[in-house]
């Protein structure tokens, strides 16, 4: 088995398994642990595939970011001395039957179907071209994605805020 | 064997997957969201995968960026529902959400 | 570089949007006195710029801003319509009249209202996947954001979780099949993709194809609220405040069907042959058809028990939906015209519902319909409104609505005798529709309340707007001649370079 395929498969595990740790495990802190841990992984999955600032960004937004406020989220329901942390789970057989077929169906098709045969990229540096491109063909979704923020974090804001006085 | 397109959409669909089962199946709204992000992150992992494997082009990518923001500010601001929802009933989770029937 | 300058000269109502939201955001960080007039003006008077400027600049066929986006007739009827929407809502419905909005904060208020259109127009032109997703997002979280509005009610915020995280669902599974999608074909352009599927699509793609299209559909059917991906939305009309639950029964839906639409017509379209055909993997047209007859059945049934007027008016907009979705249905010249004439007929029929229910609620307290007898006494204005709002959501003419019902029939009708029996399901829901419109008419006029309540006096702003509405629903007969000629003139979509 050559080297990429070991990290591949290395990294392939990691993602999964914590994936399934998110979903199964009774605790909420086990969940959102694990959740770093397919963060990792995916990050890792995408360094194997070229995409060295995604992976970068990965790890800087979602490790970073997005799992940190869901920390908070998590902290913040809670009471802190009563660490019961319990995620209950409702209807879980059906719920297994839908994601086994899911992953049945959405595997052959990925398997089946003759994707788009092109050059393809082998990995390069793609911070440079990126750029580049966030400035020419992808300006106006960068710029509307800044409003999105704007406004998505004013409006966070906005509902924790206690009620001010008007 | 190389490691080719098929073995990352497999581990995007067993992503998929995943977040489906966590969606349909926990309580808390946390978690729910959690589910969430395993879908968008497959969803990502697709993107990228046929960026290196099929049209060479950074679109994938690119696409993928985009996608990391969004989800960024959904988590946001969906916390930031969750939180109120605590602070009006002690609790998050979703069963308990019954007012709004009819 | 000079694209950029040029696509930003086409892109001035957006730019005017933006310019007025970020002002309202630095006038309400002020934290001065008359900081929520200034929100109010800077919005009137940007929505209606912008209004001015979209309607001067129509016309011309373009992609622009390295085609993401796309500028031609029918993007220019959305916009104005997009922005009309919001203009119409930011001035019927004020903080003063609407009593759930009452001590809440204004500048964010409007600066979300600005937002949202901003992102609604940027949806109605995406011309490309990224662009497309990121506008969807964009329309949704601000919504999100609204119905969460009035942060101390406990409906409210079970509303905006639900929304939120059904949204969040949805969506995500629509980013699957894009990405599918993208791997299909090797691009995120649009009209690059239409060009790729037409070439023909092997055996071995076509259940590719079709766990796009189901998964495209989700994030779709979401926006517009079309079975079965509607759950949501009864409990968010009823928890988000009556004014956002008015917008959002207009404006997000529209943009919806706009990018269905050219979603459709342009990404799945075979070239050459004008956007009708579509590439054949699948019977589009029964799924479509399926689709519609659910959405408006199951929303007409559900609408049949309800005694809260905002879940009545939500199956309402659910069962319109479908309606409209026969448009989609046509899959013709025709067809688009008519979802085009609906909804701007949509528009000004469930505004003015709305806006009854909400001075209602202002006056008396309640959205329960078993609150509403002897209203007609007490405010012969108000009920005769809502009698034209709800003949017009029923169909009647002459009135606006039953324009739009009578273009979606003849689009369906004239594709041939295999459409007859949709034509028909199409009218038997119309006229289980007429029950429940008739039992509200009913109640506000012919019932007599158990105890006497004192006349309502309407506030003049509120009575103009009513009327305004009112007309609305009755004068658009005396121009109809122009008003199809301009469905008409937009309706030529940007077919690629």
Known sequence: MSAEAAVFYLFAAITVFSGGVVVLARSLIYSAFALLFTFFGVAGLYVLLGADFLAATQLLIYVGGILVLLLFGVMLTHKLYDLDLRSEVTQFLPGIIVAAGLFAILSAIGLRTRWAVGPGRPPSVT??????????????????????????LMGAAMIVRRRRDA | MMVGLSHYLVVSSALFSLGILGILTRRNAVNVLMGVELVLNSANLNLVAFSRFGSGNLQGQLFAVFVIVIAAAEVAVALAIVLTLYRLRRTPNLDETDILRG | MPDVVASMKRFEPELILTGALLLVVVADATGARWRDVASRI????????????????????????????????????????????SLLVVLAFTFRNSRELHGLGQGEFYSLMLAVTLSNILLATANDLAMLYLALEMVSITSYVMVAYMKGDRMSNEASLKYILFGAVSTGAMLYGLSFLYGLTGTTSLPAI????????????????????????????????????????????????????????????????????????????VPRTGPWDLAGTIDWVRVLMVVSVLTMTVGNVAALTQTNMKRLLAYSSIAHAGY???????????????????????????LGAFLVVTLVHLHDGTFDLRDYPGLYRRSPLLTVAMAIFLLSLMGIPPLVGFMGKLYVFAAIIERGPAYFWFAAVGAVNAAIAAYYYARVLKTMVIDTAPVEKPPFRLAFPDAAWVWILLLGNVLPLVWWARIDGWARTSLSLYAGP
Not at chain 3, 226 to 251: I, K, N, R
Not at chain 3, 324 to 350: E, H, P, T
């Open chain 1, 127 to 152: 911070t440079a071209e990126i750029g580049r491109l966030f400035m020419s063909q992808y300006l106006l979704p960068f710029e509307a994605a800044s409003i999105l923020l704007l406004v998505a």
């Open chain 3, 42 to 85: 800077l919005t009137i008077g940007g929505l209606a710029l912008a209004l001015v400027r979209s309607v001067e600049l129509r016309g011309g066929s373009a992609q622009v801003f390295g085609g993401m986006a796309v500028i031609d007739p029918l993007a220019s009827f959305f916009e104005a319509l997009l922005i009309g929407a």
């Open chain 3, 194 to 269: 239409r060009e790729f599927l037409a070439a023909g699509v092997t055996d071995s793609n076509r259940f590719a194809i079709y766990a796009i299209a189901l998964l495209v559909f989700a994030g779709f059917g979401f926006k517009t609220a079309t079975v079965p991906f509607h759950f949501w939305c009864p409990d968010v009309y009823q928890g988000a405040p009556t004014p956002v639950t008015a917008f959002l029964s207009v404006a997000p839906k529209a943009a919806g069907f706009a990018i269905m639409m050219r979603f459709f017509y342009t990404g799945l379209a």
């Open chain 3, 324 to 350: 409209i979705m026969m448009g989609v249905v046509a899959l013709s010249q025709n067809g688009a015209r008519a979802l085009m004439i609906y909804l701007l007929a949509y528009l000004f029929m469930n």
